[in-house]
Nanobody, 120 residues
Framework: QVQLVESGGGLVQAGGSLRLSCAAS????????MAWFGQAPGKQRELLAT???????DIADSVKGRFIISRDNAKNTTYLQMYNLKPEDTAVYYC??????????????WGQGTQVTVSS
């Protein structure tokens, strides 16, 4: 069974930084695109950043210049480095990955979410 587990969330003051991690584990045969989403209170889940297996990156305009996505293919892990955090970045952050499991089927998997709270 494949799982995505996020870590690194917490409470930070405006202007601060956080680094989120998301590790995929289980019977994994391949990992394609990995992504981070944010869901602020009362809002829809928003795509923030994606990274392909070959490190092709796309960042949402709302966080461009402040958030950096990366991955370690050997560890099946993606990271979201967040700088100059703002109160409006307060959200639950979810990672998503396209994974081929032991039945050779590609599926999208989601992590459980990690809370990021930015105080003013």
């Amino acid at each position: 069974q494949v799982q995505l587990v996020e870590s690194g969330g917490g409470l930070v003051q405006a202007g601060g930084s956080l680094r989120l991690s998301c590790a995929a584990s289980g019977a994994i045969f391949g990992v394609r695109t990995m992504a981070w989403f944010g869901q602020a209170p009362g809002k829809q889940r928003e795509l923030l950043a994606t990274i392909s297996r070959n490190d092709f990156i796309d960042i949402a305009d709302s966080v461009k210049g402040r958030f950096i996505i990366s991955r370690d293919n050997a560890k099946n892990t993606t990271y979201l480095q967040m700088y100059n955090l703002k109160p409006e970045d307060t959200a639950v952050y979810y990672c998503n990955a396209r994974i081929q499991s032991s039945d050779f089927v590609w599926r999208d998997y989601w992590g459980q979410g990690t809370q990021v709270t930015v105080s003013s």
